[in-house]
């Protein structure tokens, strides 16, 4: 076959509209035309060539996607493994816009998104692979492509690549580029430093002073503030783009989808337009366009972590969390193991929990703590002074939870020792404190991001005050306790970009009543309840790439929750044994079950 034809018409007024072309595999064809009207108009016609073999005897020309003696409007052209002479996506002896050009691989001489007489507006072209020997043209026509008085300029769009399929660095090249408004570059996150996107191999000048170049690149790894990233690499001589190094030139890039930085499109020398990471606070950010019809919008941007970088600071209060269990169990035991004691004892605590936890966003923590230690009890006149060391740790796991519904999990292991003290007068009313410290260890799984691993020393403290109510067989306790855990700051790198978590501190008051109900000398049952108001806690933290930080969104730990307890204990000779469960409801929601175990000597 020489020529194919999706539709032809000479007829006057006879328009050649909505016909497809599809070549699978084809060979020695000269002409391919979607749709052809000698007298009126082709429009909304398609060619697909999937491949062409090369046929030195009959060379393919040209592709059309619609040629028409009037207008030659919206017609689609998409190239792959095809070697030939020229492409028009449209081509008219008054207007050819609208078009669209798709090159997937091959080789080819020019391409032309619309080529006409008067008018060659909004046309694009898509170069995904292959190579233009010849030059790219948004809108052109031959016999004046000087002409100011028509427009072959506006709305033209160069895709280098798309949104589905980046650009493979140093592989595209043409000759020359030329009467687009616009060129969008859209870069793999595989990109280095000094690659080139789209290689320029003629030695003419490329006139980029009316148009405007934008570059998309998410979930980059390996930039530096020095990297710069050739977008198009001349073998002649570039003009600046429109936007180049003003404030709407600023580029946002997503590196690691940790953070999205600020890159600036920049002539850099006359032979090189590139990718640099100077960033600019002031720097708008265009929206990534659709690649058939791109039409990127400037909106205000600053660098700034992706939302999903704070499940990294829930993974902070997550272990915050676990240590507030651990000291709340000893600090609500400290009146078991110390009452009715006289001389050395020991004492052991066991606590299992399920907690809901809201941070802005909200945590689940499933843990287990332990607290082991001995005592003395030291008569002081008509007072007693209680003290002792212990040990205690804990190990659980967490899911975190955000808004936009992207979770984490991972696991918390934490362990240290630590001292108290508790003075009581012979009325009831008492004094107490406690000190610990140790080492935090929060492990994240793999998810969305990469594993990691956060490594804190905690130091905490509480100090509390009461009074016990001896009723015959009831013995109330009214309590007040104040608790402060202080976690330490954290550095570690993930997929290259640097993460620091700040320091956590966590303050709380709680204010309850504890009745333990002795049956007789063996048996005896408590209930309790109490108020826990959390002073706001924050993670803070930053996240920092290509010579840029941006701040995290901070969960935080505040907020009010109610307490209820309920047990048994048991007491025979020197040991006591306490079993109970524990409810929670506000900011923090759930359950949780202990022991306890207890030796006088």
Request: proline content about 2%.
């Amino acid at each position: 076959l020489e020529e194919i034809y999706g539709g032809w018409t000479d007829s006057e007024n006879a328009v050649a509209t909505d016909n497809q072309v599809e070549i699978k595999n084809g060979d020695g064809i000269s002409q391919i035309w979607g749709g052809r009207s000698a007298k009126a108009s082709a429009d909304y016609n398609t060619v697909i060539i999937h491949q062409l073999t090369d046929n030195a005897a009959m060379p393919t020309e040209y592709v059309l996607g619609g040629g028409g003696q009037l207008t030659a409007n919206g017609n689609r052209v998409n190239i792959a493994n095809a070697n030939i002479g020229t492409v028009y996506g449209g081509s008219s002896g008054i207007d050819a816009n609208d078009n669209i050009v798709t090159i997937d691989s091959g080789t080819i001489s020019n391409v032309y998104g619309g080529y006409a007489t008067y008018f060659a507006t909004h046309n694009i072209v898509n170069f995904n692979g292959g190579e233009i020997t010849g030059s790219i043209y948004g809108g052109y026509y031959a016999n004046d492509p000087n002409d100011k008085a028509f427009d072959r300029l506006t709305g033209n769009t160069l895709n280098i690549g798309s949104n589905q399929q980046a650009v493979v660095m140093n592989t595209l090249k043409a000759c020359n580029i030329a009467n687009f408004e616009q060129i969008n570059f859209y870069l793999p996150n595989t990109v280095k430093n000094g690659q080139t996107a789209l290689q320029l191999t003629g030695t003419n000048k490329t006139d980029l002073s009316h148009t405007t170049v934008n570059a998309y690149l998410e979930n980059a790894q390996g930039l530096t503030a020095d990297s710069k990233i050739h977008l198009i690499q001349t073998a002649g001589e570039l003009t600046a783009p429109k936007n180049n190094g003003a404030t709407q030139s600023g580029v946002k890039v997503d590196i690691a989808g940790l953070i999205n930085v600020l890159g600036k499109v920049q002539l850099t020398d006359s032979k090189n337009l590139d990718l640099t990471f100077t960033g600019d606070p002031a720097t708008p950010n265009p929206v990534t366009p659709n690649p058939v019809t791109p039409d990127p919008v400037p909106t205000h941007h600053t660098t700034a972590a992706n939302p999903n970088s704070k499940l990294i600071l829930e993974s902070k209060l997550a272990s915050v969390a676990a240590l507030n269990s651990g000291a709340d169990l000893f600090a609500d035991n400290i009146s078991n193991h110390i009452t009715n004691s006289d001389g050395l004892y020991s004492f052991g605590y066991l606590a299992g929990n399920h907690k809901k936890t809201e941070t802005g966003s909200y945590i689940k923590n499933n843990g287990v703590n332990l607290n082991v230690g001995v005592g003395v009890d030291k008569p002081v006149g008509s007072a007693s002074l209680k003290g002792g060391v212990f040990f205690e740790y804990g190990h659980g796991n967490y899911h975190s939870y955000l808004d936009n519904g992207v979770s984490g999990s991972g696991d918390v292991n934490y362990y240290g020792i630590g001292g108290f003290a508790r003075y009581t007068l012979q009325n009831g009313l008492y004094g107490e404190s406690s000190l610990r410290g140790g080492k935090v260890k929060t492990k994240s799984d793999a998810g969305i991001y990469d594993s990691y691993k956060l490594s804190n020393t905690y130091i905490g403290a509480h100090i509390g005050a009461g009074k016990l109510l001896d009723l015959g067989n009831n013995h109330m306790d009214l309590y007040a306790k104040y608790h402060y855990l202080h976690t330490n700051s954290d550095d570690f790198e993930l997929r290259d970009v640097k993460v620091k978590t700040d320091s956590v501190n966590s303050k709380r008051i709680k204010v309850g009543v504890k009745d333990t109900i002795k049956f007789n000398d063996n048996h005896a049952v408590y209930v309790g309840g109490a108020y826990q108001y959390a002073f706001k806690a924050n993670a803070n933290g930053t996240l920092s790439a290509v010579g840029q930080v941006a701040e995290i969104a901070a969960p935080k730990l505040k907020g009010s929750t109610g307490i209820g307890e309920l047990g048994y204990t048991y007491t025979t000779g020197g040991f006591e044994f306490s079993v109970g469960a524990t409810g929670y409801a506000g900011k923090e929601r759930g359950v949780g079950a202990n022991a306890e175990l207890k030796y006088n000597f």
